[in-house]
């Protein structure tokens, strides 16, 4: 049985067809260099892997002697782009989870519904079954982490991000500002903390090495799950079970606009299903198929096309992150390179320019439709990929424009055009399935 995924930081590489050869380097005339050397990549990885050791290292002391039954793990889970293959122009922003557990309690999620009793897809609270065990643990106890709730004992995920790691952070931030100072001062890193929950924000400063900002996320550890992969995803001869573990995020509510539509009583007690096991086991099929790193390369150039025009403020570049880019790219490789009824016998994706012409024709539909779906919460086509997974029963889609205010989507409506414009000449339309095309458009931007 297969772990979902390695835990090493990924290189990016591209990869265009035989005939695209010319194709890298008109992009590049166009955008500018995305990639980056080998000896820059070392560094920052080093810089993200030797400050991430340290202060899990102190964290994990001070955790045992604070917070009674607060078990963090001995080593953490790097994801996001780093680890996917993704990055683009600098190895400097670097994401790891930090899983944890609370021993010996139990919990149990339950679906969390907005004041208008509708279920909000991928969010949860959670309930704690052995309720007569809290006494157990008098430091998480007073800090607030255990809340009654209609009579029902709840995590309040704020109080566990505010009054525990970010207290356990400090303190380990001040148990190394006490270490000895080595002679040879080019050893010190400067690291500043900062907060944008679920995540606690490090900026890392190294006089030779450099600089990095690593996002450092305490997640709770809520299930593991063996999925049977299906052949015909991994391109082998039978389908291999997969070990996946699925993570609790403290995504209390922390901005005005989104209180609107959450109950007051429980708007500290919010907790994110995450799916980065999942996501990345996603761009980790790439590495099995010459499609899907088409895939991959043109996800790549698209991000390096939203940085640049996000500093002449175009708008569909201000409201397009990272996480939209891959999200396409997911759908990309679930709709194009996953056997199904869906494309037509025997169509294959022939390279670069193909890939960049779905991209920009699905960002395009999913501008006009002001929507565009979260990869998995209510997937209906999620079990293609993972058979039977937690994901893969929600059945209520998540749009992720809506985390956006509705002027800043109706901007980006119209400033979309000069994406095309950038690469015109570097991207087909006129070869592209339409059953495809036409099938995201109108069944997969319907909530």
């Known amino acids: 049985m297969a772990s979902s995924t390695h835990n090493n930081w990924v290189y990016p590489e591209d990869h265009f067809a035989s005939n695209e050869q010319s194709l890298k380097f008109e992009i590049c005339e166009r955008i500018g260099i995305w990639n980056f050397s080998h000896d820059d990549w070392k560094r920052g990885c080093f810089i993200a892997d030797d400050v991430l050791s340290i202060i899990l290292n102190d964290l994990r002391n001070q955790a045992r002697l604070h917070f009674e039954g607060l078990e963090i793990q001995s080593d953490f889970i790097r994801q996001a782009s780093a680890r996917q293959g993704m990055k683009i122009i600098a190895p400097d922003e670097f994401d790891a989870v930090i899983p944890f557990t609370i021993k010996g309690l139990v919990l149990q999620e339950v679906r969390l519904r907005d004041i208008s009793d509708h279920y909000l897809p991928g969010q949860i609270r959670l309930r704690v079954e052995n309720v007569a065990q809290i006494d157990r643990y008098p430091s998480l106890k007073k800090a607030g982490v255990f809340e009654m709730n209609s009579g029902i004992c709840f995590i309040n995920a704020k109080a566990l991000q505010e009054q525990v790691f970010k207290s356990l952070m400090d303190k380990a931030f001040y148990v190394q500002s006490l270490a000895p100072k080595p002679l040879d001062t080019s050893n010190i890193y400067y690291v500043k903390r900062g907060s944008r929950p679920p995540t606690i924000e490090l900026n890392i400063q190294h006089d030779i090495l450099g600089c990095a900002n690593v996002d450092f996320v305490p997640a709770l550890v809520l299930d593991t799950e063996i999925i049977s992969i299906p052949r015909g995803v991994l391109s082998a001869p039978f389908d291999t079970p997969f070990i996946f573990q ?65 500093q002449h403020q175009n708008q569909a570049a201000v409201l397009l992150s990272s996480y939209h880019l891959k999200t396409v790219a997911m759908y990309c490789i679930l709709l194009l390179t996953v056997p199904t009824n869906l494309t037509l016998p025997g169509y294959r994706l022939s390279g670069v320019s193909e890939a960049l012409g779905y991209f920009l024709l699905f960002l395009e539909s999913a501008l006009e439709k002001k929507v565009l779906p979260d990869f998995f919460l209510g997937n209906e086509h999620l079990d293609e990929i993972f058979p039977g997974s937690y994901f893969s029963k929600i059945r209520i889609k998540y749009n992720l424009f809506d985390k956006e205010t509705p002027e800043l989507v109706n901007m980006a409506i119209f400033s979309f055009p000069v994406f095309k414009k950038v690469l015109a000449g570097c991207f087909d339309t006129a070869n592209l399935d339409l059953t495809v095309v036409n099938f995201f458009r109108d069944r997969i931007l319907i909530l």
């Open 246 to 310: 699925r993570f609790g995020l403290m995504k209390w509510v922390n901005k005005e606009r989104e209180n609107q539509c959450i109950d007051e009583n429980d708007r500290n007690l919010i907790w994110r299903s995450c799916s980065s096991s999942y996501e990345k086991f996603m761009f980790d099929l790439c590495e099995v198929s010459e499609e899907r790193l088409y895939i991959r390369t043109a996800c790549r150039i698209m991000k390096t096309v939203v940085k640049i025009l996000y």
